[in-house]
């Protein structure tokens, strides 16, 4: 049966017939394909299409969330590539253990962690989620499957991580996790005026914190630019002294209102009002780790607020090496355009080489803001920020893209030949067409 699917930005809609595998020791089941190409998707958090197959087929893999075995010792833990990081972080927090890489949503899957390589607050310490998968099993459309690792099938290991899905099903996967104490961040908010002083306080953050991130007014402007709220955080010690309760069950965003609520009024006005809600320099709490690190987990849908059209996300990186005065192009480009979002991030991603072909993370500095959908005009101001990360020799995020050229991808990532040969015959996605296309 055909049935409609969007991504987490509701852009773009596409028709595709969905097969469940339900149970890693059985094989794909597209004897009946007709020659339609098929991908594997876990909870559908991707913002563009990499997670969509128009006129394909979905494979959805959903029920492959069982735990195999965990070693509370060790912190080494196997589960099938459905399991949600939220479900891992209950099992396996009030052990002593942490995912050591994670994105700013619980709400993924295993196998899409590694499918796009995630990254999060301490990519300036620990890498990207793929640098800590120790083996994972990978079925192929011809029914073939077999272990890869650092040692054992290298080169598969490489291509699936930060491979978009391309390369076969994840069966099942064994992450190192991270030792903690308990489940509180130590952490500290610092108001930045402007662009600078975000260099400055992120320069003396990263040898001493394991987070770091901030928040940035997109819409500030002249000597306002790039002002920010700069959050960074340690786990806290035993000895911490305060127990702040976990949040409860979040909310859901009630209707789909029939135009974006982010519009120029409200964009400026909640921007102006969260950047001075904070009167002093520095902000100190003990906070629980579900609001440190998914603080938009707590509003489910929470895409709504864009409306019918829904949203882009622009996620780039950019080099250290002219990367303030990149960033610097890209913000007033932003502010100029009157475009932007109440989710503006900047963060710097550290040294920590990511292992997968196609992972997106490298030194630089990377920024990410939401766009609502408003057609060509917003196409066009992406277009203008690609042309400033190409010219600064950056990249744009797969994972989060809706709308890049194969031009600007194959310029990205000069590698992308170097996937083709391990990309499953029967596999493809809307973004992979996209972006692979012959280029002039």
């Not at 630019?225 to 979040?250: E, M, V, Y």
């Not at 950047?275 to 709504?304: S, V």
């Not at 622009?314 to 990149?326: F, H, M, N, S, W």
């Not at 991603?349 to 803001?369: E, N, R, Y």
Request: overall charge neutral; some cysteine.
């Amino acid at each position: 049966m055909k049935r409609h699917h969007q991504s987490w930005g509701r852009y773009p809609r596409v028709e595709q017939e969905v097969v469940r595998l339900s149970s890693r020791h059985e094989n794909l089941t597209l004897d009946s394909i007709d020659g339609k190409t098929a991908l594997p998707r876990g909870n559908g958090r991707s913002y563009g299409d990499s997670c969509l197959n128009d006129g394909g087929i979905l494979i959805d893999a959903r029920g492959l969330d069982h735990f195999i075995a965990f070693d509370s010792t060790t912190g080494v833990l196997r589960c099938e590539a459905g399991v949600l990081l939220a479900d891992i972080l209950k099992l396996v927090v009030p052990k002593g253990w942490f995912v050591a890489a994670t994105p700013g949503t619980q709400l993924i899957t295993v196998g899409g962690a590694i499918a796009n390589d995630v990254h999060g607050k301490a990519h300036h310490q620990d890498g990207t989620f793929g640098q800590h998968v120790r083996c994972f099993e990978l079925l192929r459309s011809d029914g073939s499957r077999f272990l890869c690792s650092p040692s054992e099938n290298p080169e598969w290991y490489r291509a699936t991580i930060g491979g978009l899905g391309l390369t076969g099903v994840i069966l099942w996967a064994e992450i190192a996790l991270k030792r903690i104490t308990n489940p509180y961040i130590d952490s500290e908010t610092i108001k930045c005026a402007n662009l600078n002083e975000f260099f400055e306080v992120s320069a003396d953050s990263d040898q001493d914190y394991e987070y770091t991130v901030a928040w940035v007014d997109c819409t500030a402007r002249g000597q306002n630019l790039g002002r920010a709220l700069f959050s960074r955080g340690n786990h806290a010690p035993a000895d911490h002294g305060k127990t702040p309760s976990a949040p409860g069950q979040g909310h859901t965003f009630p209707i789909m209102p029939p135009v974006s609520l982010v519009n120029g009024l409200t964009l400026r006005s909640f921007n102006k009002f969260y950047y001075h809600r904070q009167y002093k320099r520095h902000q100190q709490a003990i906070m629980h780790y579900i609001p440190f690190f998914y603080p938009l987990d707590a509003m489910l849908e929470w895409n709504r607020i864009y409306g019918p059209n829904g949203f882009f996300q622009y996620q780039c990186v950019v080099p250290k090496k002219g990367g303030q005065g990149a960033v610097r192009e890209l913000l007033e480009c932003i502010s100029n355009s009157g475009e932007g979002s109440f989710l503006a991030v900047m963060k710097m991603f550290g040294d920590v080489k990511s292992p997968g072909i196609l992972s997106f993370p490298c030194a630089g500095v990377t920024l990410a803001v939401d766009f609502p959908n408003r057609g060509q005009r917003t196409l066009t101001l992406m277009e203008r920020l690609d042309a400033v990360v190409r010219e600064a020799g950056g990249r744009v995020y797969p994972a989060k893209d809706a709308r890049m050229s194969a031009e600007s991808f194959q310029q990205y990532y000069p590698q992308w030949r170097e996937l083709l040969p391990y990309i499953d015959p029967d596999f493809s996605s809307s973004f992979w067409r996209r972006v692979t296309r012959e280029v002039e």
